[in-house]
């Protein structure tokens, strides 16, 4: 695209100065496209505004222009216009930028055309110059960053909100910053082929979104990279810009995923409401017959009814009413047996009553009834259902026929059944709200031959008791920044603060710094989050206990996320890639967090004053005396760092008689 001056708005002006009785100037009257303005005082550079592109004087002893003044004005030509030819003041003009031009040497069509030459000179000049403000406005007003590189690859210029510095690009490739940039090397190595590809092809690249990381740790860049031709069309480079779009990616997925839950909202409601309907229909003619029992199955099965009408505008209308909820499985798993269950099926609960769910009512009823229901209907009026607790999770099994293995990768897909009368929705259903809650969900053989649905990764803890520690008390010893990190950590304790400062690689979990000390024994450890200024997306602060302080321990921690939620994350193996889980619904002033561990067992708690502790995690995690256990800081960030502020740290040994 060409920038001309009406693009601008502005009309090219040539200024002409002189006295009025002066007739020196009259040729510029035969000038066309530019407009003609007279001055008849001195000129001064105030007067020389965007739109002036050459200034012409009609006194020979310069005495209407003052070339100070106009030189000043970066780009504006002058002419000086006298009647005769004089030396002096031909070197005199020249000397202070302007140019010379005797009348009586050239013809009046020289004249205008001289003149002409020099105004677009002028207006050229004054049209790269507002181009030039106008990027720079541009490079200001950008929300990521911009870029020019040659034909080796190498930034010649850049500009914009980027984690590294311009002057440490220039001159180098993405591949050569690579290896310097740590968690954000792959960025660099995506950047570098990207920009390779368009100067070996000539193709542009328009607005491409790339992913980085996966799960809580994933971000995208939206890049744009042209061909940077000179005016013979040979090609010189490479111009674009880059900007990270992670808050809008996740936005347009939320949505998409919203979306897709409305899309199957018609199946959902017609295959939810067909169980409580057929309980109904059932129980309403043994009621007829005199059967007062029936009518409570009948209750019971509108009331399901109700709930599912008020969960299905929850959906649609997205609707949360904030507060976090606890919801004990066993319970739940008899409510729901009520409604779905045959005479002759059986339920056994094999996990204890206390075993509390990090999640709605709402979001667990639905994977229950539809995984009791795909039980019944496949395994017959006579089937034994069980439901039982895994390491990180909890299981529903039964005694039918099971699914054979080259169907189990299927089994979720809506509208895959293998029964003649089946929708193919129960599982699908099953599959949709463990995904909402961020479960994992597979399908094994169970020990009866039947089908075993496993939930994995759920907020969850089968012995939710409050142990209250001992008098055995321990201080904070040791500090060290653990795995990869670009900016080393730092701590300092002033009056029983402690003011935790970390690194950490992009999304990378494993680098941050640790505040510890090593213990034996059942220990807890607790203190309050009183300030933390994040350095991402992906930053994070809390309490870990870990095998010990070295990189690749097991370990299980407790903290919070600059979106104010809680975060739990396990490492139940050595050097295994860890697992995380957040709580998001009624935790925002829940600042005080809190690890018990006793024997192979870790609890992780929450509280809003101290005192009540809400428990949101329990997860075997076999460790090795003595541990350590502490603080721990991670900025999720190559090249900032985060800092959190903890107060009433306490590390306490809980005693025997207490577990």
């Known amino acids: 695209m060409t920038l001309s001056r009406r693009s601008f708005g502005q009309t090219p002006t040539i200024l002409a100065v002189g006295p009025p009785d002066s007739d020196a100037l009259d040729p510029l009257s035969d000038l066309d496209r530019f407009a003609v303005r007279s001055v008849t005082e001195r000129l001064t550079a105030d007067q020389i505004d965007a739109g002036v592109v050459c200034v012409v ?3 020979s002893d310069r005495s209407s222009v003052d070339p100070r003044a106009v030189s000043t004005v970066d780009g504006v030509p002058w002419i000086t216009v006298s009647e005769t030819y004089d030396a002096d003041e031909a070197a005199a003009t020249a000397a202070a930028g302007g140019i010379y031009l005797p009348r009586s040497t050239i013809s009046r069509a020289s004249f205008v055309e001289t003149v002409r030459d020099v105004a677009r000179r002028g207006e050229a000049h004054s049209v790269a110059r507002l181009r030039t403000d106008a990027f720079e406005q541009l490079l200001d007003a950008h929300d990521g960053s911009l870029f020019v590189k040659n034909r080796a690859g190498q930034y010649v210029a850049a500009a914009g909100d980027g984690d590294l510095d311009p002057e440490l690009l220039y001159g180098r490739t993405d591949a050569a910053l690579a290896s310097e940039r740590d968690g954000a090397a792959k960025v660099s190595e995506r950047a570098h082929d990207r920009t390779q590809s368009v100067l070996d092809t000539g193709e542009p690249i328009v607005g491409a979104v790339e992913q980085h990381d996966t799960g809580e740790s994933a971000r995208w860049i939206e890049r744009t990279i042209l061909p940077w031709t000179d005016g013979a069309g040979e090609l010189r480079g490479v111009v674009g810009w880059a900007r990270d779009v992670s808050e809008w990616e996740r936005e347009r997925r939320e949505m998409q995923r919203r979306i897709a839950q409305l899309e199957r909202f018609t199946d959902f409601v017609t295959h939810d409401l067909r169980s409580p309907l057929q309980v109904a229909d059932g129980y309403l003619e043994l009621a007829r017959a005199g059967d007062q029992a ?12 109700q709930e599912l009408i008020s969960d299905f505008e929850t959906l649609v209308g997205g609707a949360h009413d904030g507060d976090p909820h606890y919801t004990r499985l066993a319970d739940m798993a008899r409510e729901v047996w009520e409604v779905v269950a045959r005479e002759s099926s059986t339920l056994r609960i094999d996990l204890p009553d206390e075993t509390i769910v990090n999640a ?12 009791f229901t795909n039980a019944i209907d496949h395994g017959g009026s006579d089937v034994t259902v069980w439901l039982g607790a895994l390491a990180d999770g909890f299981y529903v099994a039964d005694d039918g026929p099971g699914i054979p293995e080259a169907e189990r990768a299927e089994v979720f897909e809506a509208g895959f059944t293998t029964a003649e009368d089946g929708t193919g929705t129960g599982l699908a259903i099953v599959a949709d709200a463990a995904d909402r809650l961020n479960w994992e969900v597979g399908v094994e053989a169970s020990r009866a031959g039947g089908a075993k649905i496993a939930l994995r990764n759920c907020m969850m803890a089968t012995d939710p008791s409050r142990h209250a520690p001992a008098d055995a008390t321990y201080d904070l010893t040791d500090a060290r920044d653990v795995g990869s990190v670009a900016l080393a950590g730092s701590v300092s304790e002033d009056g029983g603060e402690w003011v935790v400062t970390g690194g950490g690689g992009d999304g990378e979990r494993c ?3 640790y505040v510890y000390t090593s213990v034996a024994g059942p220990i807890s450890v607790r203190a309050r989050l009183a300030d933390f200024e994040a350095a991402g997306h992906d ?6 206990v870990r095998d010990d302080a070295g990189d690749g321990a097991p370990y299980g921690s407790v903290g919070r996320t600059p979106d104010d939620e809680v975060e739990t994350c396990w490492r139940q193996t050595r050097s295994a890639t860890p697992i995380s889980q957040r709580l998001g619904s009624g935790v925002a002033d829940a600042r005080w967090l809190r690890l018990d561990r006793i024997g192979d067992s870790l609890t992780c708690y929450v509280s809003r004053d101290g005192r009540g502790w809400r428990t949101i995690d329990q997860r075997p995690l076999s460790l090795s005396d003595p541990i350590t256990l502490g ?6 960030a190559a090249r900032d760092r985060a800092t959190a502020a903890f107060d009433n740290v306490s590390i306490r040994r809980i005693a025997a008689d207490e577990w």
């Open 57 to 59: 004087a009609a006194e």
């Open 511 to 513: 680098g941050f710094y």
């Open 294 to 305: 029936a009518l409570d199955r009948v209750e019971n099965a509108n009331r399901r009814m």
């Open 539 to 544: 930053s994070e602060a809390g309490l870990t």
């Open 631 to 636: 603080l721990a800081v991670h900025s999720g």
């Open 360 to 371: 709605e009512r709402s979001a667990l009823r639905p994977i229950l009834e539809n995984l």
